[in-house]
């Protein structure tokens, strides 16, 4: 079992950045897929992206890529979402989320950190 905790959400100026991170209990954390949610006031959660349990490989919704990046250290048991060039709307609760097999739905999350982004 996982359990996770995000951190380093704020208030930032549009054009700034932002990390966020997702820290992780259990000593399988490193077997985990983590992906990266978002949800927006009156809007339904979306998918930002995904890591590999390796590192290897990630993707990112066509909304973020070329300025969001997922990384994740795993003797730290962490992920990080580096969040760049910020719009007003990627105004959201940012959810981490983890799950052992891409067949099978996120079954641990976080309870989410607020990134705010001003114009």
């Known amino acids: 079992q996982v359990q996770l905790v995000e951190s380093g959400g704020g208030l930032v100026q549009a054009g700034g950045s932002l990390r966020v991170s997702c820290a992780a209990s259990?000593?399988?954390?490193?077997?985990?897929?983590i992906g990266w949610f978002r949800q927006a006031p009156g809007k339904e959660r979306e998918f930002v992206g995904s890591?590999?349990?390796?590192?290897?490989?990630?993707y990112y919704a066509d909304s973020v890529k070329g300025r969001f990046t997922i990384s994740r250290d795993n003797a730290k048991n962490t992920v990080y979402l580096q969040l760049n060039s910020l719009k007003p709307e990627d105004t959201a609760v940012y959810y981490c989320?983890?799950?052992?097999?891409?067949?099978?739905?996120?079954?641990?999350w976080g309870q989410g950190t607020q990134v705010t982004v001003s114009s």
């Open positions: 989320a983890a799950r052992l097999d891409t067949r099978t739905e996120y079954n641990y």
């Open positions: 259990g000593r399988t954390f490193s077997r985990y897929f």
């Open positions: 890591i590999h349990w390796s590192g290897g490989s990630t």
